[in-house]
Structure formats: structure tokens, C-alpha cells
């Protein structure tokens, strides 16, 4: 059987190497590229994110990563973002008193923390959703954070999606999106690329959901 392709969306920001080199180590054919035929025809697309919600997007767009992720989810392709690449599926971001449109797949609003340390940065458990795909055989494990955003509240979906998304939860301060699962648009807030063999053991399962498609 041949190895999943895996495009790493390449827009000019973060450390996308390491999210690279680990979805090779879990059997992925990985490339590092911002061609929008690689990126619709990969079996995966992995979208990665640092810094501010506001750079991400303006990223994202002066590549038409935009236009790519909502194409590969109207065909059912699957996505994975991580960190502010989970960030943006939200509606809007508001960092700094500056509020900017996110790709709106999920409603709601990515703002500050609110906790007494912030950035939230270390190793954290989760509680995942009953029957999560990403967190089989990790349900207990630690995953490495490093934000000072996040989405607080996960807002019903409207009509039209036949099953709700599975939504896992972290502690900071208060509750925050740790995780989200619906249908082919998969997130993470924390760095699995960082987080030792239970982020390995994550990628896994997405890596070989990829195959099951």
C-alpha cells in the first residue's frame, strides 16, 4: 500500500519543518508547498500556524490558501490546522483591539486568555469527545501548548451538518478548544509536531484516516 500524501502549506510562516519531518516519521509522503494543484490533490493538507491571527490570514490569502482549504472541504478532502491554523477555521480573531475575519468554517471568536499567566505555554491534558479519531490510544496523554488566544466557546452549528463536530476541551484560566473533529476539517490547538510520542500517536490516526478515505 502506498503512503498517504500529505501537503505542509507553505505561506511564510512558522517552524513548518518540524511539522514536516514528524508526519514523515508516521509513514506520510510529505511535501512542503504552496502549489495550489499539490495542495487540492494531496490525500491530506496540513495547515500550520504561529503568531498573530491577522498575519496568518494575510499569509494564507496571498497564497489563496483560502480558496484551497474551502475547496478541498466542499469535496470532503481532508484538513488538519494546527495552532493558529486551527485558529483561523474560526469566524474572527481579535488580538491587540484588531478584529479580523477568519475562514468562518466554525462560528465563534478566538480572543486572550483568560487566566493569570498568559502565554499558556508547557505540557497539558485534554478531555477529548467520546469516540475521537485523533486521541484513540492518547485519551490520558500530555500535549505541549504554547498561546495566548484561543476559542473560549465552540457555538452550535446552523442546518446542514448531518453530524455535530466533536469538540475537545483544555483548561487555562478557563476552558479553551483544545481539539475540534467534523467531518474532513480536523484541528489541534496544541503542537503535535512537538509533543513527543502522544502528538506522534496523534498524527498517526490522522495519517491513517487518510488511508480509510
Known sequence: MTSPSVVVLDYGFGNVRSAVRALERVGAEVELTADPHAAAEADG???????????????????????????????????????VGMQVMFGAGEEHGVHTEGLAEWPGVVDR??????????WATVTPAEG???FDG?????????????????????????????????????????????GPLA?????????????????????????ER
Request: glycine share 12%; charged share 15%; proline share 8%.
Open 45 to 83: 493538507l496540513v495547515v500550520p500556524g504561529v503568531g498573530a491571527f491577522a498575519s496568518v490570514m494575510t499569509g494564507l490569502r496571498a497564497v489563496r490558501g483560502d480558496q484551497i482549504i474551502d475547496r478541498r472541504l466542499a469535496g470532503g478532502r481532508p484538513v488538519l490546522g494546527i495552532c
Open 113 to 122: 486568555l483568560d487566566a493569570p499567566v498568559v502565554p499558556h505555554m508547557g
Open 132 to 134: 475521537s479519531v485523533l
Open 138 to 182: 492518547v485519551e490520558d496523554e500530555y500535549f505541549y501548548f504554547v498561546h495566548s488566544y484561543a476559542a473560549r466557546s465552540f457555538p452550535p452549528l446552523g442546518g446542514g451538518r448531518l453530524t455535530p463536530p466533536s469538540v475537545t476541551w483544555a483548561t487555562h484560566g478557563g476552558p479553551f478548544v483544545a481539539a475540534v473533529e467534523n
Open 187 to 211: 484541528a489541534t490547538q496544541f503542537h503535535p509536531e512537538k509533543s513527543g510520542d502522544a502528538g506522534a500517536h496523534l498524527l498517526t490516526n490522522w495519517v491513517r484516516s487518510l488511508k
